[in-house]
């Protein structure tokens, strides 16, 4: 053979003997980037308007000490390697626990005086999802809507049904004077007036109506001015798994039986690694008409950029439809998360590794 075509073939025969060693290689590369993404985490307390208006420093301070409470107990779990699942629901908790939200403890009413809570979260990577509507006695409906997810073959679980499986799988249960906040009631109670319905006695074991009553409603502390305040949480693992979460009390004095966005899978709340993670605040009839949650991460996967893609369903779509309010927070496979919302503001704060923990109050 020409010495030239030999040494042509004894340079293929190293290459190709190198081929497993640059295959292993670039493997590695790909495992260690995918096992070294960025976490990030963002959460939200709520869209509305009047409130923005109007807030007072001590309201503000309020608002900032819990968002960065919630985000902090969600940062923790993502500092150790936690799990974005695990990351949204401790965040949610907390918010749950916290009565200036209309989740969980401090709840908004059903025209009844009943609370009926709704709550959902959405494991990015296998599309597992988890969700309850019109629950009474969890005190953390999102551990239930987890419970839900992991411990029955379904996604959606209502009523008194979900709550009797709560107990069964020996989740904390409360009596409904425990999510009662006057706050709250009073809110309500001009709700249903401003609408001329009747406002339903307190319900059991709620603390009797304050003896000295407000002069005004004006006057009542500003998070009664407050129109949604459901929560919510995105976040994104160090392995670049995604995860959402909602939870709420729904619209006040909604009729009983009505159930939301929150909880319903692609309308309030959605999370796959295709695309995004998306929990959302407003309006729910409108987010479900528009499956919007899932919309925003369908917009991702063709190509829009996360912010372009929420622009576009809450500044165009959603306003599209008359009275379509609200705002949600994504996150993506890369990048810091985002926020849109078309009401005059949203609580939400966020952290990303290596960055400081940001909230934005007004
Ligand atoms: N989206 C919730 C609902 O319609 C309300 C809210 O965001 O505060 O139930």
Not at 102 to 125: C, K, P, Q, V, Y
Not at 221 to 226: I, M, Q, S, T
Request: glycine letters at 12%; hydrophobic letters at 40%; a neutral charge.
């Amino acid at each position: 053979m020409d010495n030239r075509f030999r040494n042509r073939a004894t340079t293929r025969r190293i290459h190709r003997s190198l081929y497993p060693l640059a295959l292993a290689f670039g493997l590695s590369l790909v495992s260690a980037s995918s096992h070294a993404q960025q976490w990030a985490i963002a959460i939200h307390g709520g869209a509305g308007e009047s409130e923005w208006e109007h807030m007072d420093p001590a309201t503000a301070a309020a608002y900032q000490r819990s968002l960065g409470i919630a985000l902090a107990a969600g940062t923790a779990v993502l500092k150790r390697d936690g799990s974005s699942l695990d990351a949204v629901e401790a965040a949610v908790e907390v918010l749950e626990d916290d009565p200036l939200f209309n989740a969980g403890r401090g709840s908004a009413f059903a025209a009844d005086g009943s609370n009926e809570m709704d709550a959902a979260l959405m494991n990015g990577e296998t599309l597992a999802a988890g969700s309850v509507a019109g629950i009474h006695f969890t005190r953390h409906p999102i551990a239930l809507a987890r419970a839900v997810m992991e411990h029955t073959p379904y996604v959606m679980m209502v009523g008194t049904g979900a709550d009797d499986f709560s107990r069964a799988q020996g989740l904390e249960q409360q009596p409904p004077s425990f999510f009662f906040t006057e706050m709250r009631w009073q809110e309500f109670a001009k709700v249903l007036k401003d609408s001329g319905r009747k406002v339903p006695p307190r319900p059991a074991g709620a603390p009797p109506e304050p003896s000295t009553p407000q002069a005004s409603l004006d006057q009542m502390p500003r998070p009664f001015a407050h129109r949604f305040g459901t929560v919510g949480a995105v976040a994104r693992d160090s392995k670049g798994h995604l995860a959402a979460a909602t939870s709420t009390g729904g619209m006040q004095g909604k009729l009983p039986g009505r159930v939301g966005d929150s909880p319903l899978i692609g309308a309030g709340t959605y999370a796959s690694d295709r695309s995004c993670a998306v929990s959302g605040t407003g309006v729910g009839e409108y987010f479900i008409r528009l499956t919007l949650a899932r919309e925003v991460c369908t917009l991702v996967e063709e190509g829009k950029t996360p912010q372009a893609a929420a622009d576009q369903m809450i500044h165009l779509e959603l306003p599209a439809l008359k009275g379509g309010e609200g705002g949600v927070i994504v996150l993506s496979k890369q990048g810091p998360p985002v926020w849109s919302n078309n009401t005059l503001g949203i609580f939400h704060a966020q952290q990303i590794q290596g960055g400081e923990p940001r909230v934005w109050v007004k």
